[in-house]
C-alpha cells in the first residue's frame, strides 16, 4: 500500500471519528473526553516504543504548545453560532498556509502544477462558505477568526510532520503529543462542564473510546506520511476528508447537500486524485 493510500485512508477514519463528535449533544466536551481516551491509547504506544531523538526534544515542545493554541481557539469556534460557515475557511486557509510557509523555511518544493493544485483545493473548499458569505450570514471579525484558525492548522501540521522527521520515529513523537496534549483541554472542560463531562463519558463510553482509538490512528499515519513526503502535498490531498464528512453527512446525519456543495466536492475529488497520481 502507497503512503497516499494511507493518507485517504486516514481522511476517511479523520471524518468518521470528527461525525462521532458531530452528533453529540456537547461537541467541546466531548471532544475533550476523546482527547483523555486519545492521551491513554497513545501513552499504551509509547510503552511499546516511545523512543525518538534528542534533536526532537525541542520541537515536540512547540508541537504541544500549538496544539494547546489550536485548542483554545477551537473553544471559541465552537461557541461561534457561524462555526458552520467559519469551519470551511479555515481548513481550506490551512494547505494554502502550509505550501508557503514550507516553501519559505523547509524549501520545499512540489513544482509549479502541484502548487496550482494545491492552491485550488484550499480555494475550493473556502467556496464552501460562498453563499453565506454572499448573505452577510458571518462576520468580519468571525472571517479573520476562520483564517487564524487555518494559520494555527497550518502551524501545527508543519511542526508536525517536521518533528516526525528528525525524531527518527514519527508515531512516537505524535503519540508523545497525544499524551501532553490530554492534559490542559479536557481539564478545562472538566471544570467548566463536569458534571456534563461524567454523564457523557457514561453515555458515550464506547463512542469516544473508537473515535479516540480513529484519530490516533489518522493522525499518525498523517505525520509519518509527512516524514516522507512534502507537507504541502500531504496536507493537500488529506482534505479529501472534507469528502468523505459530506458522503457521512448525507448518508447517515441525514445531511442535505446542496446542488453546489455537490460540485465543489466533486472538483475538491478530481484535484485531489490528480495531486495523488501525478508525478
Known amino acids: 500500500m502507497t503512503i497516499i493510500s494511507l493518507v485517504i485512508i486516514s481522511s476517511l477514519l479523520h471524518s468518521t471519528w470528527h461525525s462521532l463528535v458531530k ?54 469556534a465552537y461557541e461561534a453560532k ?45 467556496l464552501l462558505a460562498a453563499p453565506s458569505l454572499i448573505k452577510g450570514e458571518i462576520s468580519s471579525r468571525n472571517i479573520m477568526f476562520a483564517v487564524l484558525t487555518g494559520l494555527v492548522t497550518a502551524c501545527y501540521s508543519i511542526i508536525d510532520g517536521y518533528g516526525g522527521r528528525i525524531s527518527g520515529n514519527p508515531i512516537a513523537f505524535i503519540c508523545w503529543m497525544y499524551v501532553f496534549d490530554a492534559t490542559v483541554f479536557p481539564a478545562y472542560a472538566s471544570i467548566k462542564h463536569k458534571n456534563e463531562m461524567l454523564s457523557l463519558i457514561q453515555k458515550h463510553f464506547l463512542k469516544a473510546f473508537i473515535a479516540a482509538f480513529l484519530s490516533v490512528v ?33 448518508f447517515f446525519l441525514k445531511e442535505r447537500v446542496t446542488l453546489y456543495k455537490f460540485l465543489i466536492i466533486v472538483l475538491i475529488t478530481l484535484c485531489v486524485s490528480f495531486l495523488s497520481y501525478y508525478r
Do not use: Q, W
Not at 230 to 249: C, D, G, L, Q, T
Open 23 to 76: 452528533i453529540s449533544d456537547n461537541k467541546l466536551v466531548t471532544y475533550a473526553i476523546i482527547n483523555v481516551f486519545a492521551g491513554i491509547l497513545a501513552g499504551f504506544y509509547l510503552i511499546y516504543d516511545g523512543e525518538i531523538a534528542r534533536e526532537s526534544f525541542s520541537i515536540l515542545i512547540a508541537s504541544i504548545i500549538l496544539h494547546l493554541i489550536y485548542k483554545a481557539v477551537l473553544i471559541k
Open 82 to 126: 457561524d462555526f458552520s460557515i467559519v469551519f470551511p475557511i479555515s481548513r481550506g486557509a490551512a494547505p494554502l498556509f502550509i505550501v508557503f510557509i514550507t516553501a519559505l523555511f523547509l524549501a520545499e518544493d512540489v513544482g509549479s502544477i502541484k502548487l496550482v493544485v494545491i492552491f485550488a483545493i484550499g480555494m475550493l473548499i473556502c
Open 218 to 250: 489518522s493522525y499518525a499515519i498523517v505525520v509519518f506520511a509527512m516524514s516522507r513526503m512534502p507537507i504541502s502535498e500531504v496536507a493537500a490531498i488529506r482534505e479529501i476528508n472534507i469528502v468523505f464528512a459530506a458522503i457521512i453527512s448525507y
